[in-house]
């Protein structure tokens, strides 16, 4: 698990990383290349009065008041984004043993939320630890692969091995 986090202000290229059974784990945040906004990439992210619509805010008291309230703070989320006060990103994870990156893009989760207006940025650093059994497994996948080569191959690199095999 990561024991060190994301700081609550991120930046692209921003690591932190840890170490699992031997391997070190670096967790990068990348900018996510899809420009939309966030109001095109959630269904529902403005409020709604009508019951069959995304965002619907539900019946109940005050519901004006909380249509109202939701309103506002989706106003300001898009105002905050269009800022560049905070933006979507990917978290990848790349996997070395002893200096040699085995897996440059082990795992990765994309469409993330990074400096989002009130939180910590605590997610980001969940999304590493969730993504790291399967970084694990891609360099295990790695290794067995090099496993299978044949030690004339490892002695000499730039030699084919006899049966074909990589």
């Known amino acids: 698990m990561f ?48 019951k069959d619509a995304p965002g619907f805010i539900g019946p109940g008291n005050n519901f004006r008041a909380r249509f109202a309230k939701a309103q506002a703070q989706a106003e300001a989320i898009m105002a905050s984004w269009r800022k560049g006060e905070w933006f979507y990103c990917g978290i990848v994870l790349s996997i070395s043993l002893d200096g040699v990156e085995l897996a440059p893009l082990a795992a990765s989760l994309w469409g993330i939320e990074a400096n989002y207006p009130e939180t910590d940025n605590n997610n980001l650093t969940e999304v590493a630890g969730n993504l790291l059994p399967d970084a694990v497994t891609a360099a295990r996948e790695v290794l067995a692969r090099l496993a299978r080569l044949s030690p004339s191959v490892l002695a000499d690199p730039g030699k084919e091995p006899p049966d074909g095999r990589v």
């Open 3 to 50: 024991t060190e986090r994301f700081s609550s202000f991120v930046c692209p290229g921003d690591v932190i990383t840890c170490e699992i059974e031997g391997f070190t784990v670096s967790a990068r945040i990348i900018p996510d290349d899809c420009p939309d906004p966030p109001d095109q990439r959630q269904d529902g992210f403005w409020p709604s009065l009508y």
